[in-house]
């Protein structure tokens, strides 16, 4: 992609993320954004068709770091390093939590890979669920983890990486032992 390209997108990105943290993504219209990175409407609208677009595509862009973190990693070093990305992120990361218009964003952000190590390792400690049942507690350990995330971020981080990591594998333990 050409640097240009790249430099536009990622001023219109900074642009939303900025504008996330005083209103939520209803009350945001293309022209503050275009104001605040500093770009031309014609210009936005070349490469997004509205603000949930830029925030989708920002969304993704996270996705895609995740992803990247639990590659060769067990899953609790990769929820580690996820958690220490999403605090690295600072403020663009709880934008996005709070923000986004993805149903499926906690699980795509607590992907089934993660999820099914972590509930696999505890799953296997205790055989007694049927596959219905594993699949629904990694469903609800996905968006449980994701809520408390999503908690920490809002605290701005007051608890380490490694102390939320500790809870959250502590939680998938707990919903395997029930």
Do not use: H
């Not at 536009?8 to 209103?23: F, R």
């Not at 509205?50 to 067990?74: G, H, P, V």
């Not at 469903?139 to 007051?158: H, L, N, P, R």
């Amino acid at each position: 992609m050409d640097q240009r390209i790249k430099l536009t997108k990622k001023l219109l990105k900074n642009a939303l993320v900025e504008i996330l943290l005083i209103k939520p993504i209803q009350k945001v219209t293309i022209k503050e954004i275009c104001e605040t990175a500093d770009v031309n409407r014609t210009t936005f609208y070349k490469y997004y068709s509205n603000e949930y677009t830029l925030l989708k595509e920002i969304e993704q862009d996270f996705i895609e770091k995740t992803t990247r973190a639990l590659e060769n990693k067990n899953a609790y070093q990769g929820l580690l390093d996820i958690l220490k990305m999403l605090k690295d992120e600072g403020n663009a990361a709880k934008v996005i939590a709070i923000n986004s218009v993805d149903n499926s964003f906690p699980s795509k952000i607590f992907n089934n890979k993660l999820i099914s190590e972590l509930a696999k390792e505890s799953y296997y400690r205790n055989k007694n669920k049927s596959k219905e049942q594993f699949d629904n507690i990694a469903t609800f350990i996905a968006f449980g983890s994701f809520a408390v995330v999503g908690k920490w971020m809002k605290e701005d981080y007051q608890n380490t990486p490694e102390e939320i990591a500790k809870t959250i594998y502590e939680l998938v333990n707990a919903c395997f032992s029930v």
